[in-house]
Each structure stands twice: as C-alpha cells, then as structure tokens.
C-alpha cells in the first residue's frame, strides 16, 4: 500500500499539533464531537426529502467507546461518511476553516498562537494520539475505507468491511508523560465531564456505555455487581434554547469560541426568545474585534438558521443587513419548514420578517449599549464604526435614519468620539451649522489653518478621518435642522458680512495680480482671492460646490475612473505680511511674483496634507529665495 503525503502546509500544522506546548490538548474532544454531529446534521438533512436514508431523527447518534487498558478512544457516528475523495480533501489537507488564514499568518512566531485561536479540527487528535484510523462509509457508496496515519510520516487509504453508513475514529493515545496523562482520556470520569464541559448542547445524543455498580436485586445484604449500562453524556437542550438566567457567561462564551473560533471575548451577547408575528430564538454575538478577512471579499456575512432544532444552513446572509454584517450568532425559528431549499429561503416571507426584527433588536442594542455602556461602544465603534459608516451612506441612504444616531465622530473641544445628537444639543443658539474639517488624523486636523475661523468663535468642529466620513456626511445633509458644512468651504458662514465686504473690495483692487498668481499656478485651481478667515496661517486652499478637496482625492484613489475636480480656491490671508511683500513683487518684479505663487500653492497642498507635484523645483525655489539673502 502506498503511503500519502499530507500537502505542504497540512503538515506544517500536523508537526505544530504533535509537538504542540498548547496545553489544552483535551479540545481534540470537541473537535471530534462537533465534526461527527455535523456529518449527522448533513445526513438527517437529507433524510428529510430521501427516503433511501431509512433513518429517523431519534436513530441518529454519537458514540464513544473507551478502553483503558489498550489506552483507545474511539468516537463512532452515523453521519454522512466520507468518500475516498471527501477523504483525500479533508483529512489530506488542512481544515477549511483553519485553512486561509494560517497560510495568511504564516509566521513561525504565531504558530502556536494559531492553535490556540482558531479552530484546528480534525488535526487536534493528534496532539494526543499517536496513531489515527478512520473507518467511513459514505451514503450512497457500497464500500468503505480505512484511513490510517501515524502523523508527518503520511497516510494510507485502503478498502476495508464496515456495514453502516457513517464513521468511526480509532486514536491510540500516546504514552503518559510529567506533562499529560493522556490515558486519562480512555477513562469514562474525564470523558464524561469533557463532554458536559464542552459539548452538551449537542443535539445529537453522545451515548457512553459505563459501569455502575449496583445492589443485587434479590441478593444478600450489601451484595453488588457491575453491570454495563449505555448513558446518554450531553442535555442536547441546545444552549439558545435554555432559559437566559440558567445560563452562564462562561457557557455563553464557550458557545461563542466553538461555533466561531473566536478566542476574544465577545462586546456584547444578545440572547432574544420572540413569539408573535415570527416565532423564534436568536443568539447573537458582536465580536471584539474584526474577523481577519472582515474587510475583504472574502468574509461571508451570515447567521446559521435552524428550523426546530435542526441546522439548515451555517450562514444565511439574508438574515443580516451588510451595515450589520459582523454581527455572529444563528435564528432557530419553528415557523420555518424543514425542507426548505436553500435557495427558496431568499424569498421566505417568514425569514424576511425575522431578518427585519434582527435588524431591529441589533440597533436597539447598540443604542442601549451606547447610552449605558459608552466605553464598551467606542470599542465597538472603532472596530465597526466604519460599516455603519457605509451603512448609511449605501442605497442612497435609505438606512441613514435607522443608524445615524449610532455614529461618533471626534470632536475639537471634548477631544473624543461624540454623538451627532450631543454636537447638537451643545450647539450655541446663533450656531447656523455643524462644522467638520476633513484629514488623516484628528493631530493634523487641529493643525489646519482652515479650523482657526470656527475656533476663533468657538465653535465645536468634528474631525473627519476615515475616507467615508465626509459622503456620510453629505447623504445625511442636516441633523435636526442644521446643515453639515465643511470649514473649508466657501460657504462655511464662518466671514461676518462686512468682512465679505471688505475682502470683495481688496480682491476687486488686486484682481490683476491675483490673475496673474492663478495664471502661474494653472488648472489646478479655479482662482487666488483674499480672505479673513485664516487667523495665523498665509495661505490654505477652500473648496467651493459639493465636492471638497478630501472628497476628491478619495474619489482619486478609487479603481473606477472618476473625473469630479473639486472646484479649489487658493486664499491668501489678507491681513499676513506676505500680502504686502506679493503687492509689491507685482510692481516690481513679476518673475519673483511668479514664484512666491508658486511656493504658497505648495504650501498650501502640504498644510492640506496633500503632495505637491514637484517637489525638487519647490525646493530649489525656496533655496533660492535664502540665498538672495533678503
Ligand atoms: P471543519 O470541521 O472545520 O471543516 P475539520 O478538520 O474538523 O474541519 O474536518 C475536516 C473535514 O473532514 C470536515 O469538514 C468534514 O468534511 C470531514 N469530516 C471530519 N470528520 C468527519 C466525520 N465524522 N464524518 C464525516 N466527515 C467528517
Ligand atoms: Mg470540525
């Protein structure tokens, strides 16, 4: 027979597994257990419309089988089985859910961090077993096979005599060590509290055969005998099904890691019974930090959906609006029927209604969470902020009612994340409107020349650094009466009517040097004008119309081709000595004119955290301006 070699990165894992220092090797239990129970939920599933299957829901089941003195421990199901090639596939290879990511976090340094993290399946058994055979029949096919592998070394596939469909899993422990007592795990004391620790809520039974000792019926006095009895080990009430106050955060939380192999403690556990209109148990996890992949295409929103009890599909993206998409958790609804297809739940009127109400209950909770427990929604918002964020700027904003008191935007004077509604409530009477200013870090925001006018009146101005925030804005237009308006704009409202006046008279004045400072400078800009906005700063750029400078450089970045220009403005302070110094070059020299143009024009772009397009000229200019030594 010919051995096999596990493809590469399988046996990477393998050797971790083996050679592991995690110690918490007794999760190989669960391991097992939830893959037997998942072959049964794939099989019951299609007892459902087959009736080829010629099993009943009671008929399925999970057993173990301990033999202390050979030190074995086998875990048989009559689940779905594996086929030579499911076998190749899954036991060749490294667990699928495991799988991406440890080719994404390669690096030797986390890898036994991997194990503790995420879910490592099948391989698990290895850190305890020397040996694995596995013995499966898959439905349908008449013949079984053998799976055996001693680790690293490989694995060898061969015919063997099973008669049931399903599978059975041999693993020879290893001997005892000062660190592990794996016999241990032959023993029907340690088994029994490893699966009530771990695997309760099972819904299948997980059924021991045990030895108890009893009085002999009819015996003597104090006479007792042995006898075998086969116990069921699991409650197999599954954990959303019990009442909230019998169950623990602990449980909550083991629920949690097992079903999402997600070692963070969950930010919020949301344990819903609804009866009504839709009848239906909900269990919903926020997690305390993004999945590896959230912010990718990869990442599948979902929550698993069970009709009474049974498992229909493991991610139901209907059941989750994408502004919402990493919430976690499943929906056991009685009103759904079981042989449901997966592709006409899309249309199931029942599971809209519940999708609605999830949606609903998520919102209110995050409301609640940010009225009670502020530190805990910051958290949450620094994870996720940015998918409400684009839950109300998606679908033309349709959504912007439902989530815009959920968003938190960094304020200039608590210097924090506050609330639209608390801007609002704090806003001074004459305030007409909600100030923000746009860049990449609230530090540089506060540095902005075109934040000292608001300043200056003491206005409070939110600081926009993620690149969605100024659309979000935008869509949103006004909270409770009051525009958004960015500092920078034009029509920011920020120049009393006199200092209009006046600016328009100087700009008027100086309009042949200000066109021939736009005429240096070219395109980029639509002109150069006076302004008295700007407190200590010469020059900083000002955007006109509804598209900002900010808004502009992230349409830039985006990969469809987007032609918006924001219409930019280079102001010029008019009450700064450069002003005077460009009035006289006018006069005098136009050439030099020409450069001191160019060199406010860069300054501004970098105060406004842009680049400039030439830097080497920039500085040559500059250089030569030290050295005429003026
Ligand atoms: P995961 O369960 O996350 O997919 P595992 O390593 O636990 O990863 O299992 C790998 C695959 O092997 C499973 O997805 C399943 O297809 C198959 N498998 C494991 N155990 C069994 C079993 N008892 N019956 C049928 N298939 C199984
Ligand atoms: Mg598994």
Redo the contacts with the bound molecule.
Sequence with gaps: MRKKQFKAESKKLLDLMINSIYTHREIFLR??I???S??ID?LYFLSLTDDGVGLNREDFEIRLDLNEAEKTFV?S?N????TED?LEN??GT?????SSLFKNENGDAEDIDIIGQF?????SAFMVSKKIV?E?KAYGSDTALRWTSEGVDGYTIEPVAKENV??T?TLYLKDDDEEEKYSEYATEFKVRNLVKKYSDYIRYPIRMDVSRVRPVENGEEGETETVIETETLNSMIPLWRKNKSEITKEEYQQFYQDKFYDYTEPLKIIHSKTEGLATYDALLYIPGRAPYDYYTKDYEKGLALYASGVLITDKCGDLLPDYYSFVKGLVDSADLSLNISREMLQHDRQLQFIAKAIDKKITSELTTMLKKDRETYEKFFSIFGVQLKFGVYDEFGVHKDELKDLLLFYSSTEKKPVTLKEYRDRMPEEQEKIYYACGSSTEKIDLLPQTDAAKAKGYEILYLTDNIDEFVLQILLEYEGKRFVNVSADDAGLVSEEEQAAVKDENEAAKDMLDYMKDVIGEDIKGVRFTHKLKKHAVCLTSEGKISLEMERVLKSMPTDSNVKAEIYLDINADHPVTAKLKAAYAEDKEALADYARILYAQARLIGGMSVDDPVALTEMICSLIAQDK
Excluded: H, P, Q, W
């Design positions: 391991e097992l939830s893959n037997a998942d072959a794939k875990i199901d689940g779905i089985g594996m499911e899954n036991l490294i667990a699928r859910s495991g879910g490592v399946g099948f391989y596995v499966t399903g599978t899993i």
